[in-house]
Every structure is written in C-alpha cells, then in structure tokens.
C-alpha cells in the first residue's frame, strides 16, 4: 500500500533541532532529506497555514487570509476568530464556500481514497484541513466524518488535552487509526511546542520540555511507520512544523493607534479594522472610504511597523487586495536574544476577544526570520537519506510533494513537489 503520513510539531523552529533538544528528530535527519530554506506562509499562523498545507496554494488563491480575518457582511466589516470551531459554518452561509482550492481531503476522495487528520491545536485549524468533509478529522472539541458528521463518545477524541500527555494520547489514537486502517494520508498536528512556547519564554524548561515531548511523540509515529514499512507498504514520511516563534517585545494595539490618529472614530467604528493575526496584522477598509492613502501613511510611519505591505504588492506575501484587505502589517522584528539565549524578538499586535498579552513569550504571525523558520524533513522514495536540499521550499509545496508520492494530479497548486530525480 502506498500512502503518506505527515507529523507537525507546531511552533518548532529548526534551530531548536539538536541531539539532546529533539533526539527523535536528530536521529531522523541521517534518514531524511533536509529542506534548510524552508519556510512558512504569511501569515505564519497555524490556521491559515493548515489551509496552505491542505490545498497547496497561498492564502490569495485558496481564500482564508489569516488566523483571524474579516468578512464583509450585509455591507459591513465583521471580525473573526478563524480559530473558532463554527467559523467554517459561518463563512461558508456568508460566502457560499469555504476554501476556494480542493483540499488534500476533497483530492483523494475523488480518487476513492481516504484522508484522516488528527489536530491537538485550534478547532478552526483542524477543520482547515477539511472544512467541507470529504474526509476526516479528529479534534477535542469537534470531530467529523466523511459527510461532516459529528462524531461523538468513543469514535470521537474529547478526553485529548492541550498539553504533551494530550499529544501522546493523540498520537496513539493515530497510530490505531490512521496508520494500521487505510488512510492514504495521515496528518498528525500536534499542539505542543506551540501551547507552551506561548505561555513561557523560548528556551525556558517548561517550553524546551514540551520540545521534547513533541520529539517523543514523532519517534512513536517513525516506529509505527518502520514496522508498515517492514510489512511491504510504501510511505512516504514527512516531519515538519507550520512555522517558528519569536519573542514579545511590544504589545502595540493598532485599534487604538488608529483612533489616536484620527484615522478611525471609536472602537465601535468598524470600517477600518486591525485584526491581530500575532506578531502581524491585516488592516481592512470598508468600500466607499477615500483615506486609504492617509491611513497607509500613517500605518508606514509607525517604529512598530516593520514592513507594510498593500494594494498589488500583496502578492509577494501570496495575499491579495481582495474583501476589503488594505494592507498587510508585519511587525518590527530583530535577532536579538531574549533570557535563554534564543534570538528573535517582535512586536505584537493586541489580540481581540480577550486574549492575554504575553511579554517576553512566544509568539509568531509575521515575516520576522525566526518566524518564517519552520524545519522540513522528509523520507521516503526521491529523498536521499542524509541529503540536505538547497532549493527553497514552503508549506504549499507539501500538497503536491504528497500527491506526487501517491500518484495523483496537483492541478491548481501554487507549490511544486519536492522529489529530487
């Protein structure tokens, strides 16, 4: 049997790799191709990333702009939390679709074979992967079949925490599942490092323990798969991560700024948002304004703003000037090392609804380079053990180089597969 199994430990930027950080995955790399120039999308966010991995395309082509994003409804802006486990409903009863691109999911069912994703992050991300049902997908806090029927009791995944025993215990029901049923691709995304790098500062013992209880969990999946391997079948094994972590060095709310400048009215004032996507941020006007000059001016005089980016050059950061996106902010960003000795620091955009601030932890979004600093390591046939490539590659070409292995078309991505000859 021939089929694909796809390990993410979210938030593990490769430089955090070593013998004693990630045994597992440095023992892996004498096995693997290694893919040193590789990086995230923008936004290096786990939700939009989870939809560039599941279509193979950048956010301007499948749709979803970011971790949170604004819809125009009934004429007018209305924020979101894409991280949601309804947002999928939502924006497909105020769109008439979700994605825009076929999914991983939708590709192999059309080929009568199967896709099974198991996510221990956002529910919004997990149902990313497959937000029309076309395959399934397994989350604490939803899980569905084919069809998108709610799971519930034993064939569901509720007793999984948002920790290192809730990926292990994740883990085992993916091996049980995904990787001794027929799947032909299994993705396993697990929670941890991100969870933790979050809460505490990059290379604190809590955030380095839960590097290595994501390593752990990956040596589990890559014995499961030597045992199917030993068996006759022919899989194609892929470690990766989404994207990396710098640290808080500003909470900047550019709601306020805005107001401040008299760019926007009031906090209730919703034609021109700045929704907070980490260390970046996506600032929307509503049709009709007339200041979208003043308002990029002001954006591009902030020392907060590392880079803004707008109109038509969206599309080198695959995002386009589409449903009332101005402009795309990416956060002031340097190397500098915080107490642990990790470098990369950013500045953050103030999350809506609630969410904590976090100085001095953990946090991504933007175009910063330890952000845009995931590792990709894959084994299996067109991959030399020990090779380590130096073209550069991206989450969107995970897609293709998973169809290639499985002998199907990726018409429409924007990525390429990885093989070498």
């Not at 497909?92 to 679709?97: E, I, K, S």
Request: proline share 6%; net charge negative; glycine share 12%.
């Amino acid at each position: 049997m021939r089929r694909a199994v796809v390990v993410v430990l979210d938030g593990l930027r490769r430089d955090l790799l070593g013998p004693e950080t990630t045994p597992e995955l440095h023992a892996f790399v004498a096995a693997a191709t290694g893919f040193p120039a590789h990086r995230s999308v923008f936004p290096s966010a786990t939700r939009v990333v989870s939809a560039s991995f599941a279509t193979g395309c950048f956010p301007a082509k499948h749709g979803l702009q970011g971790n949170a994003v604004a819809l125009i409804e009934d004429g007018r802006l209305v924020g979101h939390d894409v991280g949601r486990p309804d947002f999928m409903d939502h924006w497909r009863a105020v769109a008439g679709r979700t994605l825009r691109m076929p999914t991983l999911a939708q590709r192999l069912s059309e080929a009568g074979r199967v896709a099974m994703v198991f996510s221990n992050v956002s529910p919004g991300a997990a149902r990313a992967h497959d937000p029309d049902g076309h395959g399934w997908v397994f989350h604490r806090a939803c899980s569905f079949a084919p069809g998108l029927r709610r799971l519930d009791g034993a064939e569901a995944v509720t007793d999984i925490t948002l920790d290192t025993d809730g990926d292990t215990r994740l883990t085992a029901r993916f091996l049980d599942q995904a990787l001794a049923g027929e799947a032909a691709l299994g993705v396993l995304w697990l929670g941890e490092p991100d969870h933790a790098q979050h809460e505490h500062p990059l290379g604190s013992p809590p955030a380095m323990a839960a590097v290595l209880g994501a390593d752990a969990c990956f040596g589990m999946v890559r014995r499961a798969v030597a045992a199917r391997r030993a068996a006759g079948e022919d899989i194609l094994l892929i470690a990766c991560s989404d994207h990396g972590h710098q640290t808080v060095s500003e909470v900047v709310d550019i709601d306020a700024a805005l107001i401040g400048a008299g760019l926007k009215r009031d906090a209730t004032d919703d034609s021109l948002l700045a929704v907070s996507n980490g260390t970046a941020a996506l600032i929307y006007l509503a049709e009709g304004r007339e200041d979208a000059g003043a308002v990029l001016r002001f954006l591009a005089a902030q020392p907060w703003a590392g880079r803004v980016v707008a109109g038509a050059d969206l599309a080198s950061i695959g995002q386009a000037p589409v449903g009332g996106l101005l402009c795309a902010v990416s956060m002031r960003a340097d190397s500098a090392p915080n107490a642990y000795g990790i470098p990369g620091r950013a500045a953050a955009a103030k999350p809506a609804q609630g969410k904590p601030d976090r100085l001095g932890c953990g946090q991504h979004g933007g175009l910063g380079i330890q952000e845009q600093m995931p590792f990709l390591l894959i084994e299996g046939p067109g991959f030399a053990p020990g090779a380590v490539s130096g073209l550069p590659s991206a989450v969107v070409d995970l897609a293709p180089t998973i169809l290639a292995h499985l002998g199907l078309a990726a018409a429409g991505c924007d990525g390429r597969a990885l093989h070498h000859p």
